[in-house]
């Protein structure tokens, strides 16, 4: 489970975008990751909006928008051009039982 935050600050959750899962959607309201298109959002270079991943741990990450061009691309997109501190284990009491 996961959710795009793109209201006015990167924790303004008044335009969501969410995936749930195998659940429903969990408001009328809210997009659905899977089906929008970067495109169809509207980003602007230099905005900031958030990702919370894993609701049970609510991993929060703030996402700044450096550039935005037009194709045709090479290489891997979306690419991580700077990252902060070190990657958390995302689950480290499963991965410590198959050590």
């Known amino acids: ?16 975008y969410i995936f749930s899962g195998v659940f429903d959607q969990m408001e009328d309201s809210c997009g ?3 089906e929008t298109t ?3 959002l509207g980003l602007k270079e230099g905005q900031h909006f958030g990702y919370t991943f894993d609701f049970g741990d609510n991993w929060a990450h703030e996402l700044e928008v450096s550039a935005i061009e037009t ?5 891997k997109y979306p ?4 990252k902060v501190g070190a990657s958390p284990p ?10």
Request: cysteine-free.
């Open 38 to 40: 970067l495109d169809s």
């Open 71 to 75: 194709g045709p691309y090479t290489g």
């Open 1 to 16: 489970m996961y959710e795009f935050n793109l209201g006015k600050s990167p924790r303004d959750r008044s335009r969501l």
């Open 32 to 34: 659905d990751p899977q």
């Open 90 to 99: 995302q689950y480290p009491d499963f991965e410590e039982e198959d050590e």
């Open 79 to 82: 690419k991580i051009i700077e």
